[in-house]
């Protein structure tokens, strides 16, 4: 007998399936499973299906005061099975965030801040003497399931004086433990050219689309020449809304030009979720949604992708023996205001809905 049978699950490209769930894993997909279940979901004809979101680019270590806010609160309760907090923590309070995380509905996983004590101010990165090799070296061996990459803050209030080199840093470390890199990137200095010189195909450039004079906008309304090289070269280029970086200009140029995000992520913390701009991850797929991005492609960017990019090889997509963590969502028609870190709107006239949000195998209702 199944824990879980849901029947009339509807893709986003309209394709129905049910689903069969045991232990936590999804066991069976077909077009009808007529095994006997402990529990049926019966989704409506309004609802849709898809493997589990995950935001990539959280803050959710909540003994933090710069930026913190609480797992379940952007993840489960926002239609979220997944995130990644993005270098909240260093080595030396790892341990700490990993015990809390562990209490959570939610997913939780870790980018490690290569500053040890990650962003407990905002210049993490202006005593390069914090930087430590060895210890970044020791977490990621004590923590090998919840760490799943290092982050980089390149910009002007982290860096202080110290240019590129630690990004420089960064990158030897990466190379020495074979892991994934996110690379933050903001005003100058560095300049964007210094970072992206430094970056390789597969590490992530967040921030992607904000509307800083050190972003991808040149001062003519192109993208600049030496983003179109990154991202031919394959760096991944990630939203990482926030508070003060993402701009619907720089989006909608990109876009024109043939520059799609790679993955979609919130940078979401207590402050811009509960005063805005970003306030949950449904909202940022809107502005994506409503400068062009189609809905079947936005939701590839918040499952598939991020999944792809920090090695989370039993997640992100609807296959047997993957993780039953799903998204029950609903499209609204009905307008909204959508503002981004600039200030500047849009009206969207389709709202995404999560309904229920399944995480292993357990159901969890969201409010409309």
């Known amino acids: ?22 232990a936590g894993k999804i066991v069976k997909i077909a ?7 402990k529990e049926t979901l019966y ?39 997944t995130v990644i907090d993005a270098g909240t923590t260093g080595a030396e309070n790892i341990g700490r965030f990993y015990n809390l995380a562990q209490q959570a509905k939610t997913n939780v996983y870790a980018l ?23 210890l970044v070296a020791q977490a990621l061996k004590e923590f090998p399931e919840f760490i799943v990459g290092i982050k980089a803050r390149m910009s002007k209030t982290v860096i202080g004086e110290n240019g590129i ?14 892991v994934p890199l996110m690379v933050h990137i903001g005003s100058a200095p560095p300049e964007l050219a210094d970072i992206l010189a430094v970056m390789e195909q597969g590490d992530v450039l967040t921030h992607c689309f904000n509307g ?11 993208i600049k020449p030496i983003a179109w090289e990154a991202y031919r070269k394959g760096i991944v280029f990630d939203i990482g809304h926030g508070t003060d970086s993402f701009n619907f200009t720089v989006a909608e140029t990109a876009l024109k030009e043939g520059i799609k995000a790679t993955s979609i992520s919130s940078d979401i913390y207590i402050r811009n979720r509960k005063n805005g701009p970003v306030y949950d991850l449904a909202t940022t797929m809107e ?25 989370l090889t039993t997640k992100g997509q609807l296959k047997e023996t993957f993780d039953a963590d799903l998204t029950i969502f609903e499209l609204l028609e009905e307008d909204k205001e959508l503002v981004d870190s600039n200030g500047f709107t849009r009206i969207t006239p389709v709202q995404i809905k999560p309904v229920h949000t399944i995480i292993g195998g357990e159901i969890y209702d969201n409010e409309l």
């Open 287 to 311: 502005k994506l949604h409503v400068i062009g991005y189609s809905w079947e492609e936005i939701i590839e960017k918040v499952t598939v992708a991020p999944a792809k990019n920090f090695h």
């Open 212 to 222: 800083k004079e050190n972003g991808i906008l040149a001062t003519d309304n192109t």
């Open 31 to 37: 077009s009808v499973i007529t095994e006997e279940a």
């Open 165 to 178: 080199t630690p990004l420089e840093l960064a990158k030897r470390i990466q190379q020495k433990n074979h």
């Open 112 to 134: 490690l801040n290569i500053s040890k004590w990650g962003i407990v101010e905002q210049d993490e990165l202006a005593d390069l003497s914090k930087i430590k090799e060895e």
């Open 43 to 81: 989704l409506k004809e309004s609802q849709y299906l898809s493997a589990g979101w995950i935001d990539d680019h959280v803050h959710c270590f909540e003994e933090m005061s710069l930026y913190y806010d609480y797992p379940d609160q952007i993840g489960v309760e926002k239609g979220v099975t």
């Open 1 to 22: 007998m199944l824990d879980l049978v849901i029947k009339n699950a509807k893709m986003i490209t309209n394709q129905m399936l049910e689903i069969g769930i045991q």
